[in-house]
């Protein structure tokens, strides 16, 4: 049973997204649990405020400090130990399926979303453990990436995929894209499925597949083509 805890001012946003689908089940059959915590729900400002004026100046607002660290207590008195807290920004390490592999390992994890200019540095200089980005582009907050985060970590969870797909063959596993896939009927627009695939000849499938991961991961991701050429051998 993995836990996951999501501290965000928009809670409904990461609920309403991750109870859909896979995701939604895996919570449902008790192997995942998902929470999301309102940060706002921490304020003690009579308005409920959460953010104020950058010191110093400068465009926009800032989430101050201590909602976020109200909430990350409250959530933290309940645990036996204290967990990786990872914060959701730009001027992380850009997370990847290695990373998701080591995520999956831990029994909780919370996951901080930004909104407006940033988080005070102070709280999280406090309670942060790990600094992640989803990649080179500018979103609005945290909440998507951490739903990204929260995705792919998930299906790495013993249990949350139940066809025996999870591990094996996929893009990523064994450092090449996968092969492409073909269901009925045997003709469409003229394009027929490839013979082989018809043939029953296990062997002879297996080699073809491969042999179009190569092609494809040299086509789409030549980066990963030199990655996978220079592991050859190693691992
Ligand atoms: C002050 C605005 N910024 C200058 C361009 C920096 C900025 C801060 C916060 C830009 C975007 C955001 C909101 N994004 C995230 O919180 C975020 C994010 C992203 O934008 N891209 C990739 N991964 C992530 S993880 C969190």
């Known amino acids: 049973m993995n836990r996951f805890h999501i501290l965000t001012l928009f809670p409904e946003m990461v609920m309403d997204g991750l109870n859909t689908s896979i995701i939604g089940r895996a919570v449902e059959a008790g192997h995942l649990k998902i929470q999301a915590v309102n940060i706002r729900d921490y304020s003690q400002n009579k308005h409920m405020k959460v953010d104020d004026y950058p010191y110093g100046g400068g465009a926009g607002l800032v989430m101050q400090p201590e909602p976020i660290y109200r909430a990350y207590e409250d959530l933290v008195k309940d645990m036996k130990k204290k967990p990786r807290v990872i914060y959701m920004t730009p001027q992380g390490r850009v997370f990847h399926q290695d990373m998701a ?9 919370v996951f901080l979303c930004g909104h407006y200019e940033g988080i005070d540095e102070r709280v999280l200089e406090e309670i942060v453990t790990d600094y ?3 990649g080179d582009y500018v979103l609005t907050g945290g ?3 951490a739903m990204v985060m929260i995705d792919a970590i998930s299906r790495l969870v013993p249990g949350v995929l139940h066809n025996d797909d999870s591990a094996g063959d996929e893009s990523f596993e064994n450092g090449l894209l996968e092969y492409p896939q073909y269901t009925r009927p045997p003709v469409f627009l003229d394009k027929k499925v490839p013979d082989v695939l018809l043939s029953g000849h296990h ?3 297996r080699k073809w597949r491969h042999e179009q991961s190569v092609k494809r991961t040299k ?3 030549p980066d990963l083509w030199k990655e996978y050429e220079e592991n050859e051998g190693k691992e």
Do not use: D, G, H, T
């Open 219 to 221: 086509e789409r991701r």
């Open 132 to 134: 992640v980005s989803i």
């Open 203 to 205: 062997e002879n499938i």
């Open 143 to 145: 909440e998507l990436p």
């Open 101 to 109: 592999k080591e995520l999956a390992k831990e029994e909780e994890l």
